[in-house]
């Protein structure tokens, strides 16, 4: 279970500071999830439900982005998310160090093509509730000064009740909707649809703590991933302790259905000017358009989400033709996204 | 007034076009006799499958483009000059960067030499701040030649083109101290901005360094709204041709079309796509002293300057080949300009200084619908009236039909001709300027009915001529079915392309949206990466995205279809199709579905009313699993999961 250092969050400010790290924290995972997803080559079907789950679980984290930039909206601050240093680099720790352990060492999120490994190494972790419901033995106990992701969430939640909504003082005008359930993304402007909106995200990343599921009957990420690993859907069973076991449907994983890409594509040098290099070039100035174009969107120009869907599917277009080139020389594997992100270079 | 004037920027770098080429074979539209192997890449010519980019995804970009040097007037606010220290220099044109890239986009698998690019954004840059951006209004390539001589030239990569358009209204930015941007926004005060560049040395093959890319050069000048878009008003200097057997009419001479503009005394003219490099991508061939002069009365050549330095080590990217030439107007004023190499006169103005061209070329049309075509005649370089036009259907540069000419494989399929039946379009076979030099030209037409059985509508040609080169010539000239041997007064590009889309009107079913969505899957297989368009389910699950794609202007560069070859008829059905999926979901799903073959795991709602949370997460929970609304909580969400089982189960029949 991953653990950041423990945050006094009080004032605005702090609720600010913190909802700007929220959404980084989001945009964090998306990367080394459809990296993985796109890994999975759409051919062979016999994947295919695999790469469901995650793509289910990359569009929330999508999701509890664009929420964490309504909340951050809505009480007067400004998502700066095309800004150098903000969108995270692989392989590299998550936002505020989420998962530096108590002796210091570094939960370092790498991205890989997709394996069991990598969702029970990495995705399985990032995800992990407070209390897993099937693995759990005993609630996880205090560690001083430290909190989980949904503790943190939980503190901006608590801090936005206290502070009131005088807080509210953000321009209506700047919320996103749309794409999703209405009930899912939706205006905040208040206390209450702040706190909704944050507590969605918490149960579609955790779960509640007594139920796997979200408010909205989907699967919490963590059980999503544990299916994957398992290779069995997680279904009611009477007779498991918790009254859920993972002894559903098969979901079948063959490996040689997955672009053999390298591990962390960004370490590895490509040959100068190779066909290979300018679509890696390419991904990474797509993917730094579409960061400009999220950024216009929740700084005023709501309906410019329609034009980063538009950035979206190109990059899942590049991101496959990419993940199907080798590398050539001396590097046995093929190429892959690097989501590196640069002002200068961006291009749609 | 054009990029071709005393106020200027020069670029250069690379651009990439990225077209999908299952579509180069009109007979892969059909859809019934359609082959897997079709989608993949060409095994060797004899095999040439889906050909060499069957994966491409339509985008075109400009790619490492920097100004490489700027012109504009001393303070004296008359005498041109050049520089290559303004604080531009060095900066980036790039395309748009918070968009997709503007699209690469065949007008039809039978005309295939006018591809537009559109939805594409231009901007100066310098890396954090924009000193102008805008759109750029969807143009096609013209003017492509042989340009490369030397070994490796032979195919497309040795061929060169030009685009030319307009960007704008543009947005501009802090010129800082830039005395080129400071007297650009002076010259173009509506905010519209010319541009052309050139496009040679393209690489066609996959796996290779700079695959689909190739090399771009180009200018940006001020535009004048009341002036054409897609040309230059001014002085147009032809090649002769000859007719080659194998490679049918072919200029005469190394040297191809040439435009020049008078200004003041100055003469401006755009050698970038008049001189031949020595390979591709390569600095100019050297082909002798090449010399700027006029015709008198005899055709003796009298001259005005010499053309220096152009053999030079990065002289065409420094100055895009735009040179600017002191001269004293009146010589020229009613005398044709000329070029001569080694002595040898190779351009020419058409006789008479009479120059006629349409400025849009590329038309689509819906059935009985009208193309307006703005055509403009000039004399000597300046707008005319009472210019006598001759205007004819022309089928010959048009691509295809029966019997197809790159044929190797067995495919039992017929190619039907482009054109046919030629009475679908009508217009005026003579036309007259007005006013201005300008005049329209309304070409009529009905409704083609399938002529093509397979592909919608029909492809036609119309060719504007002076009525004397005409007379001359032949209209279409004869030349250009291999009639004659030789001819001078015509540019064989300059012709109006016209895709006329059938009369549609059927019910928006699924049966009927099928068809038109199949074609796309089978052509466009990038598309499977996103949807599988075949499969009714897919399509449904994803309406709402395909709703909004197919409703978008096609000046949008995320508008469906890429290929932009949809009439609105068909459009109509198949939004009308898509809105009723929308409007009978149960929610608004989100982006889409598995990526292949599988329903996305469904979002549901909750059963009852969503839950009205409390202070913090912890008493929202409990608040609402203690919530009254008939259906307890617990029960909602093993209906959900119920729900989603049995989809999963249905998912996996």
Same mark, same amino acid.
């Given at each position: ?21 929220? &959404? ?24 295919? #439900? ?177 299916? &994957? ?120 | ?347 020419? #103005? ?36 009472? &210019? ?266």
């Amino acid at each position: 279970m991953l653990y950041l250092k423990a945050q006094t969050i009080e004032t605005l400010a702090d609720v600010q500071a913190a909802l700007g790290n929220a &959404i980084q924290l989001e945009l964090s995972t998306i990367p080394p999830y459809l990296t993985a997803l796109y890994s999975i080559d759409p051919s062979n079907t016999t994947n295919s #439900e695999i790469a469901a789950l995650i793509r289910s679980i990359a569009i929330e984290e999508m999701l509890h982005m664009a929420i964490a930039c309504n909340v951050l909206n809505a009480v007067g601050g400004t998502p700066a998310i095309n800004v150098a240093g903000f969108p995270p680099t692989y392989p590299g720790p998550l936002p505020m160090n989420i998962g530096t352990q108590p002796d210091g060492s570094l939960f370092i999120v790498p991205l890989q093509k997709f394996s069991i490994d990598a969702v029970t190494g990495t995705f399985m972790v990032i995800e992990e509730p407070e209390d897993p419901i099937v693995f759990a033995t005993a609630r996880a106990a205090a560690v001083p000064d430290f909190q989980t992701i949904g503790q943190f969430y939980s503190a901006v939640s608590t801090a936005i009740g206290n502070l009131g909504q005088s807080i509210f003082t953000g321009n209506p005008a700047l919320q996103v909707t749309g794409w999703f359930d209405s009930d899912e993304l939706f205006p905040v402007t208040t206390v209450a649809t702040a706190q909704q909106a944050i507590a969605i995200i918490m149960q579609q990343g955790e779960g509640t703590t007594t139920n796997p599921f979200d408010e909205q009957g989907e699967l919490a990420h963590y059980y999503k991933f544990a299916e &994957i690993a398992k290779g069995f859907q997680l279904v009611p069973n009477s007779t498991a302790p918790k009254g859920y076991s993972y002894t559903g449907p098969p979901i079948p994983f063959d490996p040689t259905g997955v672009f053999p890409m390298v591990t962390n594509p960004s370490l590895v040098a490509l040959p100068a000017g190779s066909m290979v290099a300018q679509m890696a070039d390419q991904f990474d100035a797509t993917y730094s358009s579409l960061l400009n174009a999220l950024n216009g969107t929740f700084n005023g120009a709501p309906e410019n989400l329609n034009v980063a869907m538009g950035l979206m599917y190109s990059l899942r277009v590049q991101a496959q033709d990419l993940m199907q080139q080798p590398i050539g020389g001396s590097t046995t594997g093929n190429a892959g996204p690097r989501w590196l992100f640069s002002e200068a270079t961006a291009q749609g | 007034m054009t990029y071709l004037n005393p106020i200027r920027l020069h670029f250069a770098g690379q651009f990439q076009a990225d077209p999908s080429t299952v579509n180069n074979d009109i007979r892969h539209y059909d859809t019934s006799e359609f082959k897997a192997g079709w989608q993949q890449l060409q095994t060797s010519r004899a095999d040439p499958n889906g050909w060499w980019n069957p994966d491409g995804s339509g985008s075109f970009r400009l790619v490492g483009c920097t100004v490489t040097s700027v012109a504009y007037l001393e303070s004296d606010g008359t005498t041109p000059t050049t520089s290559t220290t303004d604080s531009i220099v060095g900066m980036q044109i790039m395309g748009a960067n918070t968009r997709v890239a503007g699209k690469l986009v065949d007008l039809d698998p039978q005309q295939q030499m006018v591809s537009q690019i559109w939805g594409m954004l231009v901007r100066l840059t310098n890396g954090t701040t924009d000193l102008f951006s805008g759109p750029f209004a969807a143009a096609p390539f013209t003017d492509m030649w042989n340009r490369a001589q030397g070994a490796g030239s032979s195919g497309d990569i040795g061929a060169s083109a030009v685009y030319q358009s307009v960007i704008g209204p543009v947005t501009w930015g802090d010129p800082g101290d830039s005395t080129l941007l400071k007297q650009l926004m002076a010259a173009a005060p509506e905010g519209y901005l010319s541009i052309k560049f050139n496009v040679d040395s393209y690489n066609m093959n996959i796996g290779t360094p700079g695959f689909t890319l190739g090399r771009c050069v180009g200018t940006i000048g001020p535009a004048s709204p009341s002036e054409p878009q897609f040309f230059s008003l001014g002085r147009h200097l032809l090649p002769s041709y000859t007719f080659d057997p194998r490679n049918g009419p072919t200029p005469v001479g190394p040297m191809y079309f040439m435009p020049c503009t008078v200004q003041g005394s100055t003469l401006y003219a755009d050698f970038g796509n008049a001189l031949p490099t020595m390979t591709p991508g390569s600095d100019m061939a050297p082909i002798g002293t090449v010399q700027l002069g006029w015709l008198d009365a005899n055709e003796n050549f009298n001259q005005l300057a010499t053309l220096a330095d152009y053999t030079n080590a990065g002289w065409y990217e420094q100055t895009a080949g735009i040179q600017g030439f002191t001269i004293d107007p009146s010589t020229i004023q009613s005398n044709r300009l000329a070029v001569s190499v080694d002595g040898t006169t190779t351009l020419m #103005e058409n006789s008479g200084g009479i120059h006629v061209r349409a400025d849009n070329f590329v038309y689509r049309v819906n059935a009985n619908e009208a193309a307006n075509v703005t055509v403009w005649g000039t004399l000597y370089g300046t707008p005319a009236a009472g &210019i006598q036009i001759s205007v004819a259907a022309d089928a010959t540069q048009l691509q295809g039909g029966a019997p197809y000419p790159h044929d190797p494989l067995t495919k039992n399929i017929t190619a039907y001709d482009p054109a046919q039946p030629e009475n679908i379009i009508s217009f005026p076979q003579a036309l007259t300027t007005g006013a201005g030099g300008q005049v329209t030209l309304t070409i009529n037409t009905t409704n083609p009915n399938t002529p093509r059985v397979y592909i919608d509508g029909q492809v036609f040609g119309v060719r504007c001529l002076p009525a004397a080169t005409a007379t001359a010539l032949g209209n279409p000239p004869t030349i250009l079915s291999g009639q004659s041997t030789t001819a001078f007064g015509f540019n064989p590009w300059d012709f109006v392309s016209l895709l006329v889309w059938d009369e549609y009107d059927q019910p928006a079913t699924w049966a009927n949206v099928a068809p038109i969505l199949a074609q796309y899957s089978v052509l466009y297989p990038v598309m499977d990466q996103l949807i599988d368009l075949t499969s009714e389910t897919e399509v449904n699950q994803q309406a709402a995205l395909l709703q909004l794609v197919f409703g978008l202007p096609i000046t949008d560069p995320n508008s469906m279809p890429v290929t932009r070859d949809l009439s609105d008829a068909k459009r109509a059905v198949l939004l009308q199709y898509l809105g009723a999926q929308v409007a009978a979901s149960p929610s608004p799903t989100v982006v889409g579905a598995a990526p292949h073959g599988k329903p996305v795991i469904m979002k549901r709602k909750v059963v009852g009313k969503p839950p009205q949370l409390s202070a913090t997460p912890a008493a929202a929970a409990a608040a609402a699993a203690s919530a009254d609304d008939g259906v307890t909580t617990k029960d909602s969400k093993t209906l959900a999961m119920r729900n989603r089982l049995g989809n999963r189960t249905a998912g996996n029949k």
